[in-house]
């Protein structure tokens, strides 16, 4: 696939991670989804809520995340740049640390289609992903059998195979 689309050219489906652990956690989610449906492309489908504990970072307050698949005309570029708007408008305050951070909102492309790119500042598939169960759980919702382009392999079986320890509870 080639790695810059020209937009209205064709429709590719991507998978998005959103997660919250800043402020109002379900309302950031909301207005994250809002969104993308207003700027990015059609809702597909959306896993269900869970609530994760914090991943690679320290905080008292856990994420509220989710998987959503949307089809989009976009670029990945054009894509990208949409999503750090919204994170943007949605609060998200990036500091340059070494490390996570807490946030309002974080949105993630973990898959465009089946294409790999390898950029400075945009890799896809989401290169860590299969180390996260907060982005294999809900992916397992909507995709079971997809098969990760660059690690050949289904969803399941990444879940499977995945060490992340962190815990995972449905959302209330």
Known sequence: MVAELHRGEKTTNAFLSLGSNL???????????DAISAIVGNIENESELIETEPWGMESNTW???????????????ELLSNILN???KLG????????????????????????MLDEVDLIIPHPKLHERMFNLWPLAQLCPNYNHP??????LTLLSKCQDKTQIRPWR
């Open 23 to 33: 402020g109002d956690r379900m309302q950031n989610i909301k207005s994250a989804i």
């Open 63 to 77: 994420f509220i995340n989710m998987v959503v698949e949307i089809s989009t005309d976009l670029s990945p570029r």
């Open 86 to 88: 919204i994170e943007n």
């Open 92 to 115: 998200r305050k990036r500091i340059k640390t070494q490390g996570y951070e807490a946030r309002t909102i974080d949105i993630d492309i973990l898959f465009f289609g089946d294409l």
């Open 150 to 155: 660059k690690l050949n392999a289904s969803i």
